[in-house]
């Protein structure tokens, strides 16, 4: 059974950063791209960056490019998602997701989500 | 990276079909045969309910199916069940290499 299960989340100030993982179990990590998605309180879904089964290909929302990096350790089955500089509007939920089979055949399998709030 | 349009509420009645539209552009919706639709319940994580355009996921009942004409996407729901009203996003992957949601639209059960 896929499992994704996030971590990390919590309330930091402006500026600070901040580290989210996702442990991931049930298939082959290496094998699939994966990705985060987050979501304001209220709002609808944001894609915030994608990153290949072996690491060497990423991409990312022009709102985050720069400040957040995303990174995976197939060795541990985790992914990372490192946030810089972090402002207020990035309070959100923040989601890891799989694809179904292929990168870009949606998202089948999620985490539960965790709660990253940027208040001071 | 402008998200996809989404209208912001759509309504129906039990037993009847509702059509979500999700505009785009021809770099994105226009551009691939990557369009997904999500269900998203409150406080719940989003559930893949189409994909590549109009594949649907094992265990996703047939009254959803997916469709695209041109730089426009469509989720139709047939058979309206109290259990559909949800949020629906829809998603495409773009030229740029990334994705992109549409804003959101609520679907109310009457």
């Known amino acids: 059974e896929v499992q994704l299960l996030e971590s990390g989340g919590g309330l930091v100030q402006p500026g600070e950063s901040l580290r989210v993982s996702c442990a991931a179990s049930?298939?082959?990590?290496?094998?699939?791209?994966m990705s985060w998605v987050r979501q304001a309180p209220g709002k609808g879904l944001e894609w915030v960056s994608t990153i290949s089964g072996s690491g060497g290909s990423t991409n990312y929302a022009d709102s985050v490019r720069g400040r957040f990096t995303i990174s995976r350790d197939n060795s541990k089955n985790t992914l990372y998602v490192r946030l810089n500089s972090l402002r207020a509007e990035d309070t959100a939920v923040y989601y890891c997701?799989?694809?179904?089979?292929?990168?870009?055949?949606?998202?089948?399998?999620w985490g539960q989500g965790t709660l990253v709030t940027v208040s001071s | 990276q402008s998200a996809l349009t989404q209208p912001a509420s759509v309504s129906g009645s039990p037993g009847q079909s509702i059509t979500i539209s999700c505009t785009g552009t021809?770099?994105?919706?226009?551009?691939?045969?990557?369009v997904s639709w999500y269900q998203q319940h409150p406080g719940k994580a989003p559930k893949l309910m189409i994909y590549e355009v109009s594949n649907r996921p094992s265990g996703v009942s047939n009254r959803f199916s997916g469709s695209k004409s041109g730089n426009t996407a469509s989720l139709t729901i047939s058979g309206l069940q109290a259990e559909d009203e949800a949020d629906y996003y829809c998603?495409?992957?773009?030229?740029?290499?990334?994705?992109?949601f549409g804003g959101g639209t609520k679907l109310t059960v009457l």
């Open positions: 998603s495409s992957y773009t030229s740029s290499s990334t994705r992109v």
């Open positions: 997701a799989r694809p179904f089979y292929h990168d870009n055949s949606g998202y089948y399998w």
């Open positions: 049930g298939f082959s990590f290496s094998s699939y791209a």
């Open positions: 021809s770099s994105d919706v226009g551009a691939y045969n990557f």
